[in-house]
């Protein structure tokens, strides 16, 4: 894969130019404040942001926020990203209220070398997100007039085919930053010759979101191991009861010939945190995954899935964990994860951890990042980047 570093453009020199950043700045708000929960994503950029400041460029930073239907919606404003943003570079963030039009010109236009601005969110405009290839560029050719140069830092946007990370990188000279090089790099590392045993563990809601990467990694792993929501669709496969938990029934049938296809790879959980509610008060106990009652619904894997499944984490030398093994939002159903999280930190292993809510549970249960290898910034991105896919945002930096 040949694609043009920060370094690279670092070299030629940026003092004085425009340089126009994708960055991914779509970080947690709280409903009812509006402030950030978790800023994670705003200071994986934080690297590249530096190195081009102190280089002198005049920083122009363009990111989405949420899922706003094309137009301005103030739920969605990064108006609190620029506010952290600045604290965390030390120095303002020159806002602009608008993402191509009048504010935004004078924003960028009145940027002093060393100096960053934020754009308002991409998706407040539609030619961002269009299948309209002649909308979408026109959108580009306004995002592009703001940069002598483009650095894509959002891995978490790589899988989309938008303006902004597909389109404006033909229109300038373009890099991949900190951000984008290493996540490549650490997940080459996953697809090419990982050491072994190479261990992964799956959670999360939805057979149907994960199948393609179960697919794809089954042939190349040696234990698979899954909970979360997920793991009721193959326990029903087994021809077990599951109560009222999560259930794609028309996913049963695939998660048998998964099963059965697997060789004994796949491990699944042996008991289960089954509760009345999903509710975080709600009355709840453990139970054999044999044993769940018709009336109550799985929450969390219970302490002998976390047991055996920390077995098997502890023999590998390469671990990709990507979704949650329970409600962990909830502290009666977070035992699971964060037994799970903790096996993986013990291991004498090269861990990744594959964005999304696994790198949401790590922080909000208070565990070290530094002990896992890699935390991912983009969930969606690093498994369609395990399944083999094309990444719109990578092939164009290639280009």
């Known amino acids: ?60 930073v363009c990111s989405h926020l949420g899922r706003p239907k094309g137009a301005p919606d103030p739920q969605f404003s990064l108006g609190p990203v620029a506010g952290r943003l600045g604290e965390l570079l030390g120095a303002p963030v020159h806002f602009a209220t608008d993402t191509v039009g009048d504010s935004a010109r004078s924003t960028v236009a009145d940027l002093a070398d060393g100096q960053v601005a934020l754009l308002e969110n991409l998706r407040f405009n539609a030619g961002e997100t269009s299948k309209d290839e002649a909308e979408r560029g026109a959108f580009a050719d306004q995002l592009a007039a703001f940069g002598d140069a483009y650095v894509d830092d959002a891995f978490g946007a790589v899988h989309r085919k938008h303006a902004s990370v597909f389109d404006v990188p033909a229109r300038l000279p373009h ?76 996913m049963v049938e695939t998660c048998r010939n998964l099963l059965e296809r697997s060789g004994g790879k796949i491990m699944l959980p042996v008991d289960v945190v089954v509760a009345d509610a999903f509710a975080p008060d709600a009355a709840h106990d453990t139970v054999r995954v044999d044993g769940i009652p018709s009336h109550r619904l799985g929450l969390d894997v ?29 502290a009666a159903f977070a035992a699971g994860t964060r037994g799970i999280a903790e096996a993986i930190t013990k291991a004498d292993a090269f861990s990744v951890v594959g964005g999304g809510d696994s790198a949401a549970a790590v922080r909000a249960l208070g565990l070290d990042e530094s002990s896992f290898g890699h935390i991912s910034t983009g969930g969606g991105a690093s498994l369609e980047y395990l399944e083999g896919k094309t990444l719109p945002g990578i092939a164009a930096l290639e280009n």
């Open 1 to 60: 894969m040949s694609i043009r570093t920060l370094d690279d453009l670092l070299a030629e020199g940026v003092s004085g130019r425009r340089v126009l950043v994708r960055a991914d700045l779509n970080v947690p708000l709280d409903k009812q404040t509006g402030a950030i929960t978790d800023d994670g994503r705003i200071r994986a950029v934080l690297p590249t942001l530096g190195a081009l400041v102190e280089a002198g460029a005049k920083v122009v």
């Open 175 to 250: 890099v991949a930053g900190r951000l984008v090089l290493r996540e490549v790099e650490v997940l080459s590392k996953l697809t090419g010759d990982p050491e072994r045993p190479y261990v992964v563990v799956l959670g999360g809601s939805k057979v149907s979101d994960k199948l393609a990467v179960i697919e794809a990694l089954l042939p190349t792993v040696d234990r698979l191991l899954i909970g979360g929501g997920m793991c009721f669709t193959f326990l029903k496969a087994q021809g077990l009861e599951v109560g009222t938990s999560l259930l794609e029934k028309d």
């Open 302 to 330: 219970g302490p002998e899935t976390v047991a055996g499944f920390s077995a098997a984490l502890s023999q590998a030398k390469t671990i990709f964990w990507n979704g949650p093994m329970g409600v962990f939002e909830m």
